[in-house]
């Protein structure tokens, strides 16, 4: 299934967009032959207004069209995992609860992607100080596992260059420290190349852990999201590397663009990413 991240309605929109905004340019998405999107929340002050009426206005119109909702990004939940003082804060629990009932509306939409940002700690750290911030955001991650799991969904983690976890590596330890199978990764494609990871062996590594994506490029210095084919990714191995390790999920496409070269861009990106399927 081809389709489109949240970085669609920010780039048509900016990233206050609305739930009507979102419902409203969906019969475009359907025209450009993509088959699903994802759900987002930036702003918490948003929150009220999709849980109320929002929710059910994209749920009504996606349906109408045709259209899948593949995963919910829960991108104002940054904030707690972004320093010291967040990361013992219990505001990530009831934000959970919000993001749970918006998902509730939405059958089709199994993944809750929690993104995790770059981590601010500008104090100066002793030996042990290391150990104790990654138990926390474990903690805190375990919390919300359960209770994603609980509603019959899986979760995922989106790590931005700088997050307290690290890269892949630092991934899959936090998943070997919490005993998990079943935690997931959004696979950002972007993010990764800018953090500098071998791209071309993360779904070797992590395989039936990566539960979505977000298909973006850029030149590996500078965590840009461009459209697939505009960067220095080499895509074809990559792409083949995704489908040989067993990966079925939706091939959603990041691009972060001027409002009015939104349309030529994702089209251009589909049809990037899609010949390449056809070739892997």
Known sequence: MSGVSPAYFISRFGNGFTPQQVAGDLKTLAKMGFEGFQLEVFHGETLMEWESEGAFTVRDRS????????????????????????LVSNEAIEHMKTVLDIVDHFDE????????????CRTPSFV?????????????????????EDAGRRMALEILPGAIVGGIDGFLRLCEH???????????????????????????????????????DNFGNENLSLRPGAGSIDWLPLLTGLK??????????????????????????????????NQS
């Open 109 to 120: 939409c199994r993944v809750v992607t929690v993104p995790l940002p770059a981590f601010e």
């Open 63 to 86: 349906r109408d069209l045709g259209l899948r909702a593949s995963q919910f990004v829960a991108h104002f939940m940054l904030q707690d995992f972004a320093d010291p003082q967040r």
């Open 178 to 216: 919490l005993s998990s199978d079943t935690l997931g990764f959004n696979f950002d494609t972007g993010h990764a190349w800018a953090c500098k990871e071998n791209l071309y062996l993360i779904p070797a590594k992590i395989g039936p852990r990566i539960l979505g994506t977000h298909l973006c």
């Open 128 to 148: 042990g100080d290391y150990k104790d911030l990654f138990e926390r955001c474990a903690a805190k991650v375990s919390r919300l596992l359960a209770m994603v």
């Open 244 to 277: 040989n390790c067993g990966y079925t999920g939706p091939w959603d496409i990041e691009i972060i663009c001027k409002p009015g070269d939104a349309e030529i861009e994702y089209g251009s990106g589909r049809n990037f990413i899609e010949n390449l399927l």
